[in-house]
């Protein structure tokens, strides 16, 4: 039954296209559709059977895109707000701005997929082997060879798989290889935590570099790595305006630009980027494509490795590397196999896994770095954190110098699904506030954990951004790591912080390219929309010794189960 019954019922959106696009009373639900497809993270949506696949009974609200006549790089004569699509045999709508973002993100990468690459002194294989087996291995080698024979490469790896190490040699052989030494090298991340790990990995590879290449060429690499922004800061965008410094006409001026964690990057971010990098400037992209995909619509990454992994002769497979040699969790089996049975989903191997790894509550760490913690049963309780957890968040409340703080602080973290619910980051932060304070022993206030929430140009703090508010000689203020890690964590007056929220705890969404000893994952209960095998996944990979799994098996086995991924249709458009 049609849920219409007027206008004033009727979302702004579409009591537009009824009033100024003659769109018929009996097609509403299928739009109300399509901007529900937008909130879960789709850019367009599959219609049912029964509804009508062409223009004419969507009033003047739709045209219809056939895909022969209309390849990435054609574009409609003009403007409708909806369009209509036939891909894998179902018909298909897309609102116009989301079609042709997909259109144009298809069209620039593939024109860049076919140019040739910029000049180097010297052959990409000479370069590479002047890195040595010693320094990359087999894949590493040929992502190196891949990104310096082409405008284009895209690298993809799980944690532990050296996606950042092998783009530090990557980067020296490009400012070594470069005519003149001089190459304008830009790196970029979705979020402001992203960026200033790629940032602290770049910096620190510069030391670890082969003898080969030049003192200039490592200084050169620490310059190049100081400059790592999120990609808004990038483009210059104007939260006043929506719109960015750099765009088509006033082209982003880089000769190399290199992004991480391209999984968070969604289809509009891609859009704008795109059209402002200039075609010939060489474009590595870097990413993990089961992490959890962008908080706003769109699944590009995902799109891409799809498209490569079907059409192995294409130019895009040509372009794609995949790192699978991982050593992260080498001396943590339990945590490798338990997030390659999650990749997999593989339910039954997974929850075997967490039966062999239940948590003894005698406060030992499994050798092998997994611990199923049971069920919470939506409450909290403090004694079931493992006891080394519990120490850990004692010694970050109790830390009498901000950079003890913050150090204690980087080894430990609970994630969890939500934002808000006893169970998500804002009653788990309420609740360990209480537990440190009555724990830690301390005659003054316990000093308190905080995430900024958005960028800041006047402190400098990006969105994402750690740090720590404590007392010191009486006065109260916030400590962020310094850029170098020689130097001492600086000082915001309170006064003076960009919104921000208590980070004891923090959503797995805000985790992504961070990384902590150990691990607390709260998982939602079944019936969550998060229940999924990427929220898992990115989860239980931010641990670098052990992680603790806290949460029913039903959360697991509905996690893992056959589910239909983000409506897109950027592989159409490829």
């Known amino acids: 039954m049609n849920s219409w019954t007027s206008p004033a019922t009727l979302s702004p959106e579409i009591e537009l296209l009824v009033r100024r696009w003659n769109l018929p009373a009996q097609r509403v639900d299928e739009v109300k559709a399509l901007l529900e497809a937008h909130a879960e993270g789709g850019t367009a949506l599959a219609l049912p059977a029964a509804a009508p696949a062409v223009p004419a009974e969507w009033g003047s609200a739709c045209q219809l895109i056939e895909a022969a006549a209309a390849p990435a790089s054609a574009t409609p004569p003009a403007a409708t707000p909806l369009v209509l699509r036939h891909h894998a045999g179902r018909a298909h709508m897309q609102a116009w ?23 180097l002194s010297g052959s990409p294989e000479s370069l590479v082997a002047e890195i040595g087996p010693d320094q990359v291995n087999a894949q590493q080698a040929r992502a190196i060879a891949c990104a310096l024979n082409h405008t284009l490469a895209l690298i993809t790896g799980g944690p532990g798989t050296g996606k950042t190490h092998t783009l530090a040699r990557l980067l020296a052989l490009l400012i070594a290889a470069t005519p003149g030494g001089r190459v304008d090298i830009r790196l970029a ?40 922004c999120t990609l808004h800061k990038l483009l210059g965008f104007n939260p006043g305006t929506g719109l960015c410094r750099y765009n088509q006409a006033t082209p982003l001026p880089c000769d190399v630009l290199i992004i991480d964690e391209c999984s968070m990057v969604d289809t509009l971010l891609w859009q704008a980027l795109l059209t402002a990098l200039p075609p010939t400037s060489r474009l590595i992209l870097l990413g993990d494509p089961h992490q959890l995909e962008s908080v706003s619509a769109g699944d590009v990454l995902g799109s891409l490795v799809r498209q490569a992994r079907a059409r192995p002769a294409s130019a895009l ?77 004692v010694s970050v409340a109790g830390a009498t110098t901000p950079a003890a703080a913050l150090e204690a602080l980087s080894r430990v973290r609970l994630l969890t699904a939500h934002r808000d619910h006893q169970m998500g980051a804002a009653g788990l932060n309420d609740a360990i506030q209480r537990e440190v304070l009555r724990r830690s022993g301390i005659a003054r206030a316990p000093n308190q954990p905080i995430i900024v929430n958005h960028n800041d140009p006047e402190t400098g ?24 890690k020689a130097a001492p964590p600086r000082s915001i007056p309170l006064g003076q912080l960009p919104d921000h929220s208590p980070a004891w705890a923090m959503t797995i969404h805000r985790s992504q390219g961070s990384e902590f000893d150990q691990v607390v994952v709260v998982l939602p209960t079944h019936e969550s929309p998060l229940a999924t095998r990427e929220l898992i996944y990115t989860a239980v990979t931010r641990a670098r010794q052990c992680v603790h799994v806290w949460g029913g098996e039903a959360t697991v086995r509905a996690a893992l189960g056959e589910r239909a991924q983000r409506c897109t249709l950027l592989e159409a458009s490829l």
Do not use: C
């Open 97 to 119: 701005r989301f079609f042709q973002a997909e259109q144009t993100i298809a069209r620039k990468l593939l024109e860049r997929a076919a140019l040739p690459a910029p000049a």
């Open 189 to 228: 991340a979705p979020t402001g935590k992203a960026a200033e790990r790629m940032k602290e990995a770049v910096d620190a590879a510069a030391d670890h570099l082969p003898a080969t290449l030049s003192a200039a060429t490592k200084e050169a690499l620490r310059a190049t790595a100081a400059g790592a």
């Open 317 to 393: 497979a040509r372009l794609w590397v995949e790192l699978t040699d991982s050593h992260r969790f080498r001396n943590r089996a339990g945590i490798g196999a338990f997030a390659t049975a999650v990749v997999n989903l593989r339910a039954e191997e997974a929850l075997e896994l967490l039966g062999t790894h239940r948590s003894s509550g005698d406060g030992a760490v499994p050798a092998d770095g997994l611990s199923w913690l049971g069920d919470h049963a939506g409450r909290f309780h403090w004694e079931r954190l493992p006891a080394p957890v519990q120490a850990a968040l």
């Open 461 to 484: 703090l990006t969105n994402g951004s750690v740090g720590i508010i404590m007392e010191i000689a009486g006065a109260r203020a916030a400590y962020f790591p310094a850029a170098s």
